[in-house]
């Protein structure tokens, strides 16, 4: 498993980690799925009533995160090709709680948005 931590970005993934573009304030992560399965899990969080969420032909996931020290959100995005317009899905994550693990399962990917330890 890969890790890549930077700032408040704490990400673990089973697929290579990218640098896609460095701004002078974000930085742009791109992990290619080679358009599969994708579970998303929210682990940890109080009163979430659903259990995961399935993508389809995911391609890739962008992940963009600040390089400024007062900004904590991040933004996920879900692609069926490697252009933010043709996102399935995007969220924000508060980066500083929570950390991001991918994993490549036989038939699917797991991604799991989860608190950091010690929280």
Known sequence: MKNFKKNFLDLESDFPIK??????EDQDLIINLQSRVVNLI?????????SR??????KSILIRHSLR???????IHFLRVIDLNSSLLN????????KI???????????????????
């Open 91 to 98: 969220f924000s994550l508060d980066l500083e709680n929570y």
């Open 19 to 24: 640098i896609l573009n460095n701004f002078a």
């Open 69 to 75: 020290i007062d900004i904590k959100l991040g933004t």
């Open 42 to 50: 929210f682990k940890d969080v109080e009163n979430f009533p659903v």
């Open 101 to 119: 693990s991918i994993e490549d399962k036989s038939t699917h990917v797991d991604v799991f948005c989860g608190k950091k330890k010690g929280l």
């Open 53 to 58: 969420f399935q993508l389809t032909e995911v």
